[in-house]
């Protein structure tokens, strides 16, 4: 797998409103790296009655992994993915190097289930290779405030505190159980007017609450100066988890697990897997195939049982663990 060698200047117009669609908060985002690899095949879970054996001490590393490389959602709200489909944009390098780079994150995202738009489509998704993340990170802030939409000052601070290199963030958006925009009406609040959003529910259930959240936009931006060394398909693997998930790699120290993951890539000191890992696959395709209501709680258990499908196919029982 080639080496990541290139330095081209970046356009910044790239994060000008009308080349970017309605919702992000941002608008289609990008992400750059190139990969020389066919597009790995699903697998699906093994049958309920099929016995995989994983050690107790494995499963649990896999459970806590999830949950540490997850970001919080926000308070009695369900985890957040792409109902959209994923238009991506990857920006800063070479034209040829960042075609391969998207169709690997393409492949990657129709393996876990998320969709994809159409050609032409306005970005929702941008990976971008810069020459300075966090500062770039800190201008956006002040020039482009659309592209955070409807960040919390606490998540803004959790992004700008990440020391790998990297700097990226999701824009999203509360919907109805369906999928649909919750619409907002002025109601009468204490002798006051106050336009606020109205969920209509026409089944309730004490178990599943009604809404669901929508990831509107993602953008990755990744720090020329940390990506020597680092291949094409590792950088697309390692965009894939933060783009398709409310993942983070602040708390990911390789040395605290045995559990291979992508999102060391960017660790000091760490030797990252060639790419993502069966892990990785696991947790992306629970996300993307668990029920709309779930917590996070739902995506590390549904992790679990992706995982343990992931080396039963292998003919492995979770002694030795390999990125795919």
Known sequence: MPIVRFSIPFDLSIFRKEKMMRGFGLKRVLLASALIASPLTAQDAPSDDEIVVVGKT????????????????RVD????????????????MPEEMAALVEDRIEA??????????????KINTLVAFVNDAPG???RLREDEPWLFNDMMRH???RVAKEDSGVRAWHTQMMRDSAGREIPYEVVLINGRHIEMPVLRVYKASRLQI??????????????????SGKTFRQLADYASMRILGMTGSERVEGSDTRIPTIMIL???????????????????????????????????????????????DKGRTGDEIEPS
């Open 58 to 73: 494995e499963a649990d590393a896999v459970k806590d992994l999830a949950e540490t490389i997850t970001r919080r959602s």
């Open 77 to 92: 709200k369900p985890i957040s993915r792409f109902q959209d489909p994923v238009c991506l944009k990857v920006s800063g």
């Open 108 to 121: 990657n995202a129709r393996q876990v289930g998320a969709k994809l738009a159409e050609p032409d489509c």
């Open 136 to 138: 770039l990170f800190e």
């Open 155 to 157: 998540e803004f601070d």
């Open 210 to 227: 009604p809404i669901s959240m929508e990831l509107t936009g993602s953008v990755v931006l990744i720090d020329l100066a940390h990506v």
């Open 266 to 312: 960017f660790d000091e000191g760490e030797t990252a897997p060639a790419g993502w890992t069966e892990f990785d696959q696991a947790y992306l395709t629970a996300l993307y195939d668990t029920q709309y209501y779930a917590r996070s709680g739902s995506v590390r258990n549904m992790t679990l049982r992706r995982y343990r499908g992931l080396i039963a």
